[in-house]
């Protein structure tokens, strides 16, 4: 779950839209940026960048990663992922989850909601 907490908060929208991950790829690819890197952004790309995937996981992944493109929102922020959206991805894809997968993705679903609830807490702040 640290992987998806890293890639949580990578992906976090900035107020000017782009994501943290596009921010510290334009640094990091950035010739006039040699050496006047911001220590705390070197930090965090380090750091994602040391917690990856299991290997086993990646295609869990990859799949909760598809099922979030389809999440509804209920003008209020983003819904949880229901059982029927669960049922219509393998009726879509035709692949039956396990029982295992099911319950990685769930265990996602809720490391996600944890990260958008408290993603929203510091924005509101501001």
């Known amino acids: 779950m640290e992987f998806a907490a890293a890639e949580f908060k990578l992906q976090a929208p900035r107020a000017d839209g782009k994501t943290e991950k596009e921010h510290y790829a334009v640094v990091a690819d950035s010739p006039f940026m040699v050496g006047a890197k911001d220590e705390a952004a070197d930090e965090v790309v380090a750091a994602a960048a040391s917690l990856e995937c ?32 669960l049922y219509s991805w393998q009726l879509n894809h035709r692949f039956s989850l396990s029982v295992f997968e099911v319950d ?12 958008y609830s408290e993603f929203e807490e510091q924005r509101t702040k501001k």
């Open 104 to 115: 990685v993705i769930r265990s996602l679903e809720s490391a996600y909601m944890t990260w």
């Open 54 to 85: 299991p290997e086993d996981l990646v295609y869990i992944w990859d799949i909760f990663s598809s099922m979030q493109l389809g999440r509804q929102n209920s003008g209020y922020g983003p819904m949880r992922l229901s059982e029927t959206d």
